[in-house]
């Protein structure tokens, strides 16, 4: 594996991780009233095109770190719409 590919690896962990508190803390309170739907919804839709340009480009590190992130994003989409 290349340094640049690594390099991805690491960025895409830290920004996708950055997600978990916010995902665990929205879960538990059951609450998402600072969050912005519209947010969420446009976040969702870039990080979306994003995993499908990293599966166009085969870009392992992009794949990843979009795939895990648009799931995590979906959940507080989730709680948001249930919650709100």
């Not at 392992?60 to 990843?64: D, G, H, M």
């Not at 959940?75 to 919650?83: A, D, F, Q, S, T």
């Given at each position: 594996?290349?340094?640049i590919t690594i390099v991805g690896f690491i960025a895409g962990t830290l920004t996708?991780?950055?997600y978990i508190p916010?995902?665990?803390?929205s879960w538990r309170l059951k609450e998402t009233k600072?969050?912005?739907l519209s947010m969420l919804v446009l976040y969702a839709v870039g990080v979306f095109l994003w995993f499908v340009y990293g599966v166009w480009t085969n870009a392992?590190?992009?794949?990843?770190a979009n795939g895990i992130s648009l799931v995590l994003i979906l959940?507080?989409?989730?709680?948001?719409?249930?919650?709100r």
């Open positions: 594996m290349d340094s996708t991780v950055a916010q995902v665990i803390r600072d969050i912005s392992l590190p992009i794949i990843a959940v507080l989409l989730g709680i948001k719409l249930r919650y």
